[in-house]
């Protein structure tokens, strides 16, 4: 089974800021670090790479990596262990950094931090399986870029039914725009009626709701992982006025905007430990100090498994 074959040890949201520095380091366990948003400049080994918004990075098993922001660099980070001998295999010989990913990756890191902080049953076999999931697109989008294919759930719902698929393309390209059913139903050449039957079907929602429904994830994201007011949000999303935004959101999400920022914003930083054995070790430093240090390792210490240890070499 795929989900034993892989280990998440830890996960967690960080942002790092222009003056602060990832301190040259290595580990013996895999870690993924997606860049959500911000710029700056990865060493990996002997290697430099520039990272932008929605690069992915791997770093392998015990390979000198450091980090260095230009601007406020937002990640979404995870360490993990890989025990199946061709998943490693794969991983080992893959591209370390990927510019482009499919769809719905940010939301496995998600899924996975959720999912550390409830602890809920069976919540470190949920993750593996997230985890694996994640590997998998990864080492496609990797192998097979010209064959990548949109893997959230909605689109494999939708994968029977091309009139709802179309229209769906369209709410997306369009929602921060005054999209209504009519014009809807003709650039699918059908009824305003027989879409929204359609969606009903399909989805079992209403053309008008799904577009509010994917105008709030919009929005979720947008709050998360911008400096956007709520105006401007309500804006770029599709809402006519801030009060509408505010009141459509906190019916969706139970909450205010500014609560789920909040929220949000409690979660940086926050280590999130799904092996309950394992111990961080955060080498955020500030930039003149990185100057004056040798690189350093973890180590995991023999019989305790997630247990590490800084190692000045």
């Not at 710029?39 to 430099?48: D, H």
Request: net charge positive.
């Amino acid at each position: 089974m795929l989900t034993s074959s892989v280990e998440v040890l830890w996960t967690a949201r960080y942002d790092y800021q222009p003056h602060w520095r990832l301190a040259q380091h290595k580990h013996e366990y895999f870690q993924m670090i997606y860049f959500v948003s911000g710029s700056g400049c990865i060493s990996l080994a002997q290697e430099e790479y520039r990272i932008t918004p929605g690069s992915l990075l791997l770093v392998k098993p015990r390979r000198l990596h450091a980090l260095s922001p230009s601007s406020q660099v937002k990640t979404l980070d995870i360490k993990f262990l890989v025990k199946d001998r061709w998943l490693r295999k794969l991983l080992s010989s893959a591209t370390d950094l990927l510019d482009e990913t499919e769809p719905g990756v940010a939301d496995l890191f998600e899924r996975i931090r959720q999912e550390g902080e409830r602890k809920g049953h069976l919540y470190r076999e949920l993750c593996n399986l997230f985890l694996a999931e994640l590997l998998l697109l990864y080492l496609r989008s990797d192998n097979v870029q010209a064959e990548v294919s949109p893997s959230d759930q909605v689109d494999h719902a939708l994968s029977s039914d091309r009139i709802v698929q179309q229209a769906a393309q369209f709410i997306r390209e369009h929602h921060a725009e005054d999209c209504n059913l009519l014009e809807i139903a003709r650039v699918v050449g059908r009824s305003d009626r027989h879409v929204r039957q359609h969606f009903k079907d399909a989805l079992g929602v209403s053309p008008r709701r799904y577009l509010l429904q994917y105008r709030i994830q919009k929005a979720q994201q947008l709050i998360e992982y911008s400096n956007y007011s709520f105006k401007e949000i309500a804006a770029k999303v599709g809402f006519k006025t801030i009060h509408h935004f505010a009141r459509a959101f906190h019916e969706a999400c139970g909450e205010t905007p500014g609560g789920w920022r909040r929220k949000y914003q409690a979660g940086i930083c926050k280590d999130v430990n799904i092996d309950p054995r394992f111990v961080n070790t955060n080498w955020t430093v500030q930039a003149d100090s990185v100057r004056d240090q040798h690189f350093t390792s973890e180590v995991m210490r023999p019989g305790s498994r997630g247990t590490l240890v800084a190692k000045p070499q």
